[in-house]
């Protein structure tokens, strides 16, 4: 079993920066990929950025230039650095990280509890 434990969300003023962590923990033989979903009220979730197990990134469009995933392997953690922050960002922000437990085993996808990112005009 593998838990995730998010951290790092909370109220900030439009311009603001805030930086969110996930680590996981438990049963863990590798991680892929790791990334950031976020849904705001009455939206779909929708991908916020991700980063391979290589250090490969893809980001929303609505957020290149703005936000930054990172990873640190020995850590099983991964980071998003949101900067000039906007209301629009506002959403519950869910990390997910495809993890292995064996070296034989299939690849499972963990999702976190959500931490909640308001952005005040």
């Known amino acids: 079993q593998v838990q995730l434990v998010e951290s790092g969300g909370g109220l900030v003023q439009a311009g603001g920066s805030l930086r969110l962590s996930c680590a996981a923990s438990?049963?863990?033989?590798?991680?892929?990929?790791m990334g950031w979903y976020r849904q705001a009220p009455g939206k779909q979730r929708e991908l916020v950025a991700r980063?391979?197990?290589?250090?490969?990134?893809n980001y929303a469009d609505s957020v290149k230039g703005r936000f930054t995933i990172s990873r640190d392997n020995a850590k099983n953690t991964v980071y998003l650095q949101m900067n000039s922050l906007k209301p629009e960002d506002t959403a519950v922000y869910y990390c997910?990280?495809?993890?292995?437990?064996?070296?034989?085993?299939?690849?499972?996808?963990?999702w976190g509890q959500g931490t909640q990112v308001t952005v005040s005009s």
């Open positions: 438990g049963t863990i033989f590798s991680i892929n990929t």
């Open positions: 997910n990280v495809r993890v292995t437990t064996t070296s034989w085993g299939p690849e499972t996808l963990y």
């Open positions: 980063i391979t197990s290589g250090g490969s990134t």
